[in-house]
């Protein structure tokens, strides 16, 4: 986990937390250590990104869970929060 988070620029009790609400997945254990897919890196790049585009973790657990053809709740909340933005602006 040190590694992982090392690499992502987050604090291994931040991964932890995004493993438990689901952001990110509940990694393979191996000897009681996890065992990262290599794509959680860039995982916790987007979650990052969307965190300073102002997006709360509940709005990104959405935007990840959205699988419906064209994203329509994506869409959505992505159209939400540039109105947002645009008024702070």
């Known amino acids: 986990i040190g590694e992982v988070a ?3 620029g987050v604090a291994p009790t931040t991964l932890r937390y995004y ?5 990110v ?4 254990r191996q000897g ?6 290599s794509s959680v890196v860039s995982r916790l790049e987007v979650i990052r990104l969307c965190k300073s585009a102002g997006f709360s973790l509940e709005e990104i ?6 699988e419906e053809p064209g994203r329509p709740a994506s869409r ?6 540039l109105v947002e ?5």
């Open 25 to 28: 997945p509940e990694p393979a």
């Open 61 to 66: 657990q959405l935007l990840f869970a959205d």
């Open 6 to 8: 090392r690499e992502a």
């Open 76 to 81: 959505a909340l992505a159209e939400r929060k």
């Open 85 to 89: 933005i645009d008024a702070q602006i």
């Open 19 to 23: 493993e438990q609400i689901g952001l």
């Open 32 to 37: 009681g250590q996890r065992r990262y897919n």
